[in-house]
């Protein structure tokens, strides 16, 4: 069956280090894969995407990392702030019948210790 | 530079009302996508729209549930003789095209009774 995995459990970091999530894909072949934050009570914010023949993608702060062949997404924030708390959700883009279809994992939260 | 708007914010309704949730896309964009999410669970995907047009419906339940997005106005989704399993916050995306980001609006949080 197909399955987005994010870790499941909130991910704790001290402030100033890097944080690094993780998105795990099985039985699926995205053409594109997205990260998006979510604050509690707030819409999701695209901050990412990255192509499946991209290796790597930056901004700012943000690093993704794209590896097909593990079916696996990394997503570090360098130099991270307490404003950075929050969930991060990764997206596969899926071509099906002729569109994309976005597929949401359940999300991962990270929590940012001053 | 108004981003994706929904109304109302948060909606209480008693068993068998009808609940009627708008979405206004960012101006220019014809792509629009309902999400429906549970506490601690994911976004899941329940349709996608292109002005007039329901380009795939395959994750919303076959009763109940409707959606449109007119040629003017905002998109509508409908739920006919909500249900206490009905509450959930939904999510308004839009985009210009269909492949890349999406730009989600708050949510209407909807809370049967």
């Known amino acids: 069956s197909q399955k987005i995995e994010q870790n499941s459990e909130a991910l704790n970091i001290q402030e100033g280090k890097t944080a690094t999530l993780t998105c795990n894909y099985t039985n699926y072949s995205p053409a594109y894969l997205q990260w998006y934050r979510q604050d509690p009570g707030r819409g999701p914010v695209f901050l990412l995407l990255?192509?499946?023949?991209?290796k790597e993608k930056r901004k700012e702060r943000l690093k993704v990392t794209f590896d097909t062949t593990l079916k696996q997404s990394l997503f570090h924030i360098t130099a991270s702030q307490p404003a950075d708390s929050a969930t991060y959700l990764c997206a596969l883009d899926l071509v099906s019948g002729g569109y994309q279809k976005v597929t949401f994992g359940t999300g991962t939260k990270l929590q940012v210790i001053p | 530079n108004a981003g994706v708007m929904q109304n109302p914010r948060h909606l209480v309704r008693r068993r068998g009302q009808e609940a009627r949730l708008r979405c206004s896309p960012v101006?220019?964009?014809?792509?629009v996508y309902w999400y429906r999410q549970l506490p601690e669970e994911g976004l899941k995907f329940m349709v996608y729209?292109?002005?007039?047009?329901?380009?795939?419906e395959s994750g919303m339940p076959k009763e109940r549930f409707s959606a449109e997005f007119p040629k003017e106005g905002p998109s509508i989704l409908r739920i006919q003789q909500v249900v206490r399993g009905d509450s959930a916050a939904y999510f308004c995306?839009?985009?210009?095209?269909?492949?890349?980001?999406?730009?989600f609006g708050q949510g209407t949080r909807l809370t049967v009774v």
């Open positions: 101006k220019g964009h014809s792509h």
């Open positions: 729209l292109q002005k007039e047009n329901i380009i795939d």
């Open positions: 990255i192509r499946e023949n991209e």
């Open positions: 995306a839009s985009s210009p095209q269909n492949r890349g980001g999406a730009f």
